[in-house]
C-alpha cells in the first residue's frame, strides 16, 4: 500500500512538474513576443484643418470602430476584462490621458503598423484592417482627435492572462498584429469615395476582423466558443447572394434580415453600421457581389 502510495505520489508530482513548466514556457514564449522592439516611420499626411475635416474624422473613427476601445469620447474604455483571456483598454486618446503625449506620427504609426513609439507592439490594435487607412482619411482622423475635449479617466494596465497568452501562441488570438504587418509597405493608391467595388474593397477591410479575409464568416479568432460564428458575406451557400441592395441596406440600417429576423446587436455592430452614407453602403454591396462563393468559414 505505501509503495503503491509512493508511486501514486510521484506521477502526481511529475503531472504537477509538466504542468509548471508548460505555464512557464508559455509566459516565457509569449513574454519574448510582446517585449519585442520595432524601429518604424511614417510620412504624416499634410494637416487637415476646419469643422469639415473635424466631421469626417468623426465619421471615419465611427464608422472604423475606433469607439468600440477607445470610447465615444475617445478618453479610453476596457473592452476585455477576463482574467485567463486579458484586460485590455484603449487608450486615452485625448489631451487628458495618453494622446495629450503622442504626436501625429506616433499616432500614424499606431494606425498603420500597431506600434507605441517605444516600439513595442500595441496589444489587439488592428493595423491589419486600417493599416491601409488612405492619407485624406488619416489626416482628418487626426483633426478629430486633436479636436475633442480632454478627459481624465483612470484605466486599468493591460495585462494577458494564460488562456489569451496560450491561444496567442497557438495562433488563435491575435494579440500582436505589429507581426503581421508588413511595415515597409507603401500606402496603396487612394480609391476615389463612390458606389464602386473599388472604394467598397477599400471599407471593407473593417469588417475582415470578425468575417475573415475571404468574408465567409466562421469563428471570429479569440471570441469565446459560445459566440456565434459570423456571417457569411459572399454567394456561397448561407451567404448573401441571392440579397438585393435593398435588403442588405436594410441589415445595415435596422439590423432586421430578409426574413424577418434580427441580428443580435451584442455580436453585430449596427450602432455603427447604421453610420454608414448611402454611397460607402452602395460600395460595399457592390464589393461584396464581385467575391467568389464561399462556404462558411472557408478562407
Known sequence: MRKALRWLGRVVGLIVLALVLAVGAVYALS????ARTYEVHRPVPPEATGPAAVERGHHVATIRGCNDCHGADLGGRTFIDDPLIARLSGANLTSGGAGGKLSDE????????????????????????????????????????????????ALPPNRVGPLGRLLFLTGKLPLLPAELVDHTAALPSEPAPGP???????????????????FSGGHIPGTPPDWPDA?????????????????????????????????????????????????????????????????????
Open 196 to 214: 464602386t467595388a473599388a472604394y467598397g474593397a477599400y471599407l471593407a477591410s473593417s469588417c475582415a476582423g470578425c468575417h475573415g479575409a475571404g
Open 106 to 153: 506616433d499616432i500614424v504609426c499606431a494606425i498603420r503598423d500597431a506600434v507605441a513609439p517605444d516600439g513595442r507592439p500595441l496589444l489587439f490594435m488592428p493595423s491589419t484592417e486600417f493599416g491601409h487607412l488612405s492619407e485624406s482619411d488619416t489626416a482628418d482622423l487626426l483633426a478629430y482627435i486633436r479636436s475633442v475635449p480632454a478627459v481624465q479617466r
Open 231 to 299: 456571417a457569411n458575406l459572399t454567394p456561397g451557400p448561407g451567404g448573401i447572394g441571392d440579397w438585393s441592395e435593398a435588403q442588405f441596406v436594410t441589415l445595415l440600417r435596422t439590423g432586421h434580415r430578409p426574413d424577418g429576423s434580427s441580428v443580435d446587436t451584442k455580436y453585430m455592430p449596427i450602432a455603427l453600421t447604421r453610420h454608414l452614407t448611402d454611397v460607402e453602403v452602395s460600395a460595399l454591396y457592390a464589393y461584396l457581389r464581385t467575391l467568389p462563393a464561399r462556404a462558411s468559414g472557408q478562407h
Open 31 to 34: 513574454a519574448h513576443r510582446m
